[in-house]
């Protein structure tokens, strides 16, 4: 799948799925910036992925953070034809112990955040008549779980956020999309035990967890000119867990 030309930003680019996201993008010939809030990870990440990869630092919560990253990539780079949202958090605990800190520090990031990128580059996007959002929601924003009320409500969220854009957005040919990842092996995952992990794979009809490249290959197929007539859907890539 040729993105030969096009210019993609990922959030949360610097570790986990958003790098596995920004490797396979930059593999597919797109320009790359990764925005991320970590200023020394971040342009060790871009360099490794490529040389022509740009960081930028801002956290999505914060609306001039974001506004100044953006300029920033359109003036290096280019204007940008593919967003990919998706920098995310986690503050696990049962609701009787959820402390509304925690609530409000999950939406932010992973529900305002999108709103403030996606609001951002739309603009731009709808007056070239091009654009490719996509939107990393979960299958627990699907299917809920104990002890993620806010991550599973924030992940919710961006489902009726893509729907909702995906609507207002399609007459200018900017097609907006979430995907809905299982389990992937990343930090987020990576405080799961042995037994965990063998539950979980007995719930996984392909026996695995996932990895970053398993989203990232269904975020290029998004992103491409293969998926032209879709917008406003849910790809979930969970190993078949959710049917
Ligand atoms: P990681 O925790 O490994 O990486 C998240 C990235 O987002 C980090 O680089 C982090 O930066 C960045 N980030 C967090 N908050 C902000 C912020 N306010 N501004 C800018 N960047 C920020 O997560 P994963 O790679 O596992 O997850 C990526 C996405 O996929 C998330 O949206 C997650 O909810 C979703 N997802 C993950 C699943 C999994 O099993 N791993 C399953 C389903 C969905 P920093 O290092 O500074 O924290």
């Known amino acids: 799948m040729d993105l030969m030309g096009k210019i993609a930003l990922v959030t949360g680019g610097s570790r986990g799925i958003g790098r596995a996201i920004a490797d396979a993008l930059h593999a597919a ?23 022509d990869v740009c960081a930028m630092i801002a956290d999505v919560t914060n609306p001039d ?13 280019g204007p940008i034809d593919i967003l990919v949202n998706n920098a995310g958090v986690t503050k696990d605990g049962l609701l009787a112990r959820m ?31 091009w654009g490719r959002i996509i939107n990393i929601s979960s299958v627990v924003g699907l299917m809920g779980n104990a002890g993620q009320a806010n991550y599973a409500a924030s992940k ?25 990842p ?13 037994a965990q992990r063998d539950t979980l794979r007995a719930q ?21 000119d293969h998926a032209d007539y879709i917008t406003g859907q849910v790809l979930v890539v969970d190993g078949g867990m959710v049917m």
């Open 29 to 51: 010939g797109a320009g790359v910036a990764i925005l991320d809030r970590d200023a020394e990870r971040a342009p060790i990440t871009a360099r490794e992925i490529g040389d």
């Open 65 to 77: 953070q974001v506004a100044s990253a953006l300029a920033t990539v359109e003036e290096t780079c």
């Open 99 to 129: 402390s509304s800190d925690d609530w409000d520090a999950v939406l932010d990031v992973n529900l305002k955040g999108a709103f403030l990128l996606t609001k951002a580059v739309a603009r731009g996007m709808m007056k070239r008549r």
């Open 156 to 180: 919710a969220g961006l489902i009726g956020f893509t729907k909702s854009v995906a609507r207002e957005l399609a007459s200018r040919n900017v097609l907006v999309n979430a995907i809905a």
């Open 182 to 194: 299982g389990f992937i092996e990343t930090d987020m995952t990576a405080a799961l035990t042995e």
């Open 204 to 224: 996984i009809p392909l026996g695995r967890l996932g990895q970053g490249m398993d989203i990232a290959r269904a975020v290029v197929f998004l992103a491409s």
